[in-house]
């Protein structure tokens, strides 16, 4: 069982850390440090926020982003493979990460 964790919540969805756990093993020193703090990067819908030139409201939009399965497994294949050889598990990691995926400006906690 694959059970991928974002510890990051409203307002300060962006202060968080990525966690892995297969069968219930932690992987979670697997992820490269410079990918633990971030958004992975897999495909999904997202939201942004900017402030409207003119009026102090702000303003939401939701774009598309991200990887597809295959591409985001080769990009991130140096260090899945530490995980895994196993081709169904990594897209089992992908298919978890997207579940919890996040943008920077996406949850509004730092209007």
Same mark, same amino acid.
């Given at each position: 069982?694959?059970?991928? /964790? %974002?510890?990051? *919540? !409203?307002?300060?969805?962006?202060?968080?850390? $990525?966690?892995?756990?297969?069968?219930? *093993?932690?992987? !979670?020193?697997?992820?490269? /440090?410079?990918?633990?703090?971030?958004?992975? =990067?897999?495909?999904? =819908?997202? !939201?942004?926020?900017?402030?409207?030139?003119?009026?102090?409201?702000? *303003?939401?939009? &939701?774009? =598309?982003?991200?990887?597809?399965?295959?591409?985001?497994?080769?990009?991130?294949?140096? $260090?899945? !493979? &530490?995980?895994?050889?196993?081709?169904?598990?990594?897209?089992?990691?992908?298919?978890?990460?997207?579940?919890?995926? %996040?943008?920077?400006?996406?949850?509004?906690?730092?209007?």
């Amino acid at each position: 069982m694959i059970k991928v /964790e %974002w510890t990051g *919540v !409203s307002p300060t969805l962006c202060m968080g850390n $990525w966690h892995i756990f297969i069968d219930g *093993v932690d992987y !979670s020193d697997k992820i490269p /440090e410079k990918l633990r703090r971030e958004p992975m =990067k897999t495909y999904g =819908k997202y !939201s942004k926020w900017h402030f409207d030139s003119n009026t102090p409201y702000e *303003v939401w939009e &939701t774009y =598309k982003d991200g990887l597809d399965e295959e591409d985001w497994i080769e990009e991130n294949n140096y $260090w899945l !493979s &530490t995980i895994t050889n196993n081709y169904n598990i990594k897209c089992g990691i992908y298919r978890a990460i997207q579940e919890q995926d %996040w943008r920077f400006n996406s949850c509004g906690g730092c209007i």
